[in-house]
């Protein structure tokens, strides 16, 4: 969720981006092989931004600095991280990935009950989709070194004592030999 240009450039540091991107980007390619239903979440605004409030302080901050241009090369996904024709795009106007989206029918329609949540940023879309995702019933479990958080603090008070608490919370590896198995 969300391994958009703009927001690894401007929500974390460079070595840390790098870092997220290359766990997941492994994840990912597992699932690939795997054969597991795959969804790719990205937040993005029409043209003139209609979808932001001047209260909301963080997405005003993005319009007016102009790094989610729609249409944008920091609005695409890393290329590391790039869709594959076959996978949908769920494009979202808020943090999370269930608010105004049609994410909760195509998992339903794909019978999927399990889901696994990678993305940046931990304490914004990761949380925000957890805790929706959790409403709805599905089973869930973060990996948390394929996620990432500008605020290293809240990444590891979040995997570490709250995501617990509403599914599971794994590694990469533990994922891969998961999907292997």
């Not at 963080?58 to 991280?81: E, K, L, N, Q």
Request: glycine fraction near 8%.
């Amino acid at each position: 969720m969300d391994f958009q240009n703009y927001i690894l450039e401007n929500f974390l540091p460079p070595e840390r981006a790098e870092q997220v991107v290359k766990q997941a980007e492994t994840v990912l390619a597992a699932a690939r092989k795997a054969g597991c239903f795959i969804i790719h979440v990205a937040v993005c605004f029409r043209p003139g931004y209609p979808e932001i409030n001047g209260r909301n302080k963080m997405f005003s901050w993005i319009r007016d600095s102009g790094m989610a241009d729609p249409g944008s090369r920091g609005i695409a996904f890393a290329d590391r991280m790039a869709p594959k024709p076959e996978e949908p795009v769920v494009q979202k106007r808020r943090v999370g990935a269930f608010g105004g989206t049609d994410l909760d029918m195509i998992l339903r329609a794909q019978g999927v009950e399990k889901i696994f949540l990678a993305g940046v940023a931990t304490s914004h879309v990761v949380l925000t989709t957890l805790n929706q995702a959790f409403d709805l019933d599905y089973d869930l479990t973060v990996i948390h070194d394929a996620c990432a958080d500008g605020d290293e603090t809240a990444h590891a008070f979040l995997t570490e004592t709250f995501f617990p608490k509403l599914g599971s919370v794994l590694s990469s590896r533990d994922v891969l030999a998961f999907l292997e198995g």
